[in-house]
Antibody, heavy 122, light 110 residues
């Protein structure tokens, strides 16, 4: 069955960096676009970033552009989110999600991981 | 403030029907399909409806979606206590070149 397992969440200080991972199994990872979506405590969902199946196309939300970078290793079936210059506003549960449409890169998110908590606090 | 507007909360009694609205604009719902996600308390979101009115396998047919113009709706019939959750609409926005989520609606089953 399809599984997505995030890791790497932690408590960090403002201005520092952190790298999240999402290990996937149960499907052909290299055939699917992937996404990161976050949810601040008690708040709604916010799209963070998307990467194409081969990793050649990437898109990031304005709120994280130039600070966060999405990447993937298709040989290891792992999705990453490198986060730098973290601020308290980045505190959230970060979910990785699989793109459900195999033709276009961003349409709907059909499988989600359980999430990993990033807390930015001094 | 999300560009996709949902009511913060709705409530209904078991067995009844409830609808959740999602209002957008010509750059998002007006020109793209809508997806709906269910988030049970303490869990990750789950895809409920995609392409405005399609149900993934495993989603009961009590859940249905529709879209008209720049608005969309999620309907849940035969309401059950386990349907108590947060529901989010989502759509691509052509102007922002990014996917948008609505602010979410908390469904309470009385």
């Amino acid at each position: 069955q399809v599984q997505l397992v995030e890791s790497g969440g932690s408590v960090v200080q403002p201005g520092t960096s952190l790298k999240l991972s999402c290990a996937v199994s149960g499907f052909s990872f290299s055939h699917y676009a992937m996404h990161w979506v976050r949810q601040a405590p008690g708040k709604g969902l916010e799209w963070v970033a998307t990467i194409s199946p081969d990793g050649s196309n990437k898109n990031h939300a304005d709120s994280v552009r130039d600070r966060f970078t999405i990447s993937r290793d298709n040989s290891k079936n792992v999705l990453y989110l490198q986060m730098t210059s973290l601020t308290v506003e980045d505190t959230a549960v970060y979910y990785c999600a699989r793109e459900g449409n195999t033709i276009i890169i961003v349409d709907y998110f059909d499988y989600w991981g359980q999430g990993t908590l990033v807390t930015v606090s001094s | 403030q999300s560009l996709l507007t949902q009511p913060p909360s709705v409530s209904q009694t078991p067995g009844q029907r409830v609808t959740i609205s999602c209002s957008g604009s010509s750059s998002n719902i007006g020109s793209n399909t809508v997806n709906w996600y269910q988030q049970l308390p303490g869990t990750a979101p789950r895809l409920l409806i995609y392409s405005s009115d399609q149900r993934p396998s495993g989603v009961p047919d009590r859940f249905s979606g529709s879209k008209s113009g720049t608005s969309a709706s999620l309907a849940i019939s035969g309401l059950q206590s386990e349907d108590e959750a947060d529901y989010y609409c989502a759509a691509w926005d052509d102007s922002l070149n990014a996917p948008l989520f609505g602010g979410g609606t908390k469904l309470t089953v009385l």
